[in-house]
């Protein structure tokens, strides 16, 4: 079995740089704020409970860090325009962003999926991302660089239990992602997308025994958020300065090519 991360991997060129985190408040945001931390990098953590954000931007300061928290609802344009001032005017300007906001709804057979939770889920994951990338491109279009990873899942890349709105937004999410990447490269900016399988976080209990999970994870365990953490900060760091547009499968083996 292999085993979960132990340590945050360190990429020196990240030192000094600023990002941009959306449900950096716990979960898998959250580590991504604190492995970012601990690479120097200064950090705008975003979410939607002013408590969490504080607990994630004091554990970033405890890593030596300059982070700061800005309440934001990411499925709304006008907010997530604002969120990006905010950041630029309290740590500079932005050169890292992770848009790991998002949510699912309980899951429902297709056609019993209601008009209000297919935009909500739609809303919540696929827009925000749009929502981001349009308020952040042009700040980094201007100074020729950044590098940005949105947040998809495996309910993209193989048939899950996953709701209708969910699989369709995480699906539109990957080719966001290359749309981005393909209108960001010839200005410098790099856009990737990781997709993790299920994680156990805060409140959210997986419910599989081992013999299961050995069935369906060929490295035999649940992910833990650092290793979408740790993967993240691969994409941002320039040590994958020639990878843009690809969606990394973080997801021990369960979606194969």
Avoid at 94 to 116: W, Y
Avoid at 192 to 219: F, H, K, M
């Amino acid at each position: 079995m292999s085993g979960s991360p132990t340590a945050a991997a360190r990429f020196p060129d990240l030192a000094g740089r600023v990002a941009l985190v959306t449900g950096g408040s716990r979960g898998l945001g959250a580590a991504l704020c604190e492995t970012l931390a601990a690479n120097g990098v200064r950090v705008a953590v975003s979410g939607r409970d002013p408590d969490a954000i504080a607990r994630t931007v004091a554990r970033c300061e405890a890593a030596g860090a300059q982070a700061v928290g800005i309440a934001a609802e990411a499925s709304d344009s006008a907010a997530v325009d604002r969120l990006v001032r905010e950041a630029t005017e309290a740590l500079g300007p932005i050169d890292l962003v992770a848009a790991f906001a998002g949510f699912d709804s309980p899951e429902v057979p297709l056609v019993d999926v209601t008009d209000e939770d297919w935009h909500r889920v739609i809303e919540g994951n696929l827009s925000a991302g749009f929502y981001m990338l349009r308020a952040v491109l042009p700040g980094m279009m201007e100074r020729r660089r950044g590098a940005i990873v949105l947040m998809s899942s495996t309910a993209a890349r193989k048939n899950t239990v996953a709701t209708a709105g969910y699989s369709a937004a995480k699906s539109g999410i990957i080719a966001l992602t290359r749309k981005a990447a393909f209108e960001g490269g010839p200005h410098g900016i790099r856009v990737n997308c990781v997709a993790p399988s299920l994680i156990p976080t805060e409140g959210r209990v997986i419910p599989y025994t081992a013999d299961q999970i050995a069935e369906g994870w060929p490295l035999g365990r649940l992910g833990v958020p650092e290793d979408v953490a740790q993967a993240t900060t691969f994409l941002l760091s320039d040590a994958s300065s020639w990878i843009t547009g690809i969606t990394v499968d973080v997801a021990g083996g369960r979606v194969l090519p």
